[in-house]
């Protein structure tokens, strides 16, 4: 019996249940459409209910699913490998998604409107993992401080939450997505986009494609070398730091998702590939990243987690 991380099968259920709220919203959403239709309203946008069904499908699949519970739990060579699998074939999905949205809309705008119009299939769901992701860093500062007597590990966490609710409220324009209001006429002369947002004032929007990419080169550095640097620091450590370090090491696996981000925002940043890859693409590129980093740190919530016994014979290795 290889062991098995507690936290893994609460995760699973977390998952589903995640699902099962987006798909409850989606139906909702679609019910009160049809209402304001039968009123004289705007017809319907029936992607909500193909929303609905997926995330259902999705509900479900999550629930009963073996297979997501070994991923999720299960530390042995056979489940690492299955990640590695799991993140190459998150990444072809992606690609297929977007491929697919690009070739199905009947222009540019469409697929502008489609995708990244208010209400857009990317604008929530970078809301929906920024707002995850927000929440799993606070509770591993939360746990690092039970574990540790030194609090700065803890506190550097909570101040990486605090950072991901700034760029959550960032991407919901401080609440302007949500409540419609118009934007100030001071801020409104010098935003790029006419919102009530920080990063898309003159100057950080005429550096923020160049910006982003080594944001993202940085990310990707760290990713790939911070595996090999705790593995030289915790040569020396007692066992339990450095099973907390392990737990704070990004997965050795996960550098495809950060390699895709940086080179989609290369491409932005100099303009190659301009008649393939828009500009508006590197919402693309932020959703995967607040991907990657939400898995991460789920990564780590799961770590640091407790662990049933593990049969003498099975050789461990980390999720």
Known sequence: MAVIYTRGRALKTAIAVVFVVVAAASLLTMAVQLVMSAFGGSQPDLGWGVLAGVTTALAVWATRSQGLLRLLSVADPLAHQGRTSAVWGLLALVLVLVVGLKTGAPDRDAYKQLVFGEGGLVEWSQVLVLLLATRTAWLIGDDLNARLEERRPGRLFKFGATCLALILMEELAWG???????????????????????????????RLDLGTFLATLGVLAVVVLAPRWMRALTTNCSESMAAVSRSLTPAVYSWPLFMAVSALAFCIATRTFSHVILNRDQEWGELVLYASLLLSLLRTRVLLGSVEPQAPDCVAEDP
């Open 176 to 206: 302007q997505v949500i409540f419609s209001w118009q934007t100030p006429p001071l801020l409104n002369e010098i935003n790029a986009q006419n919102e009530t947002t920080l990063h898309n004032i003159g100057w950080f929007q005429d």
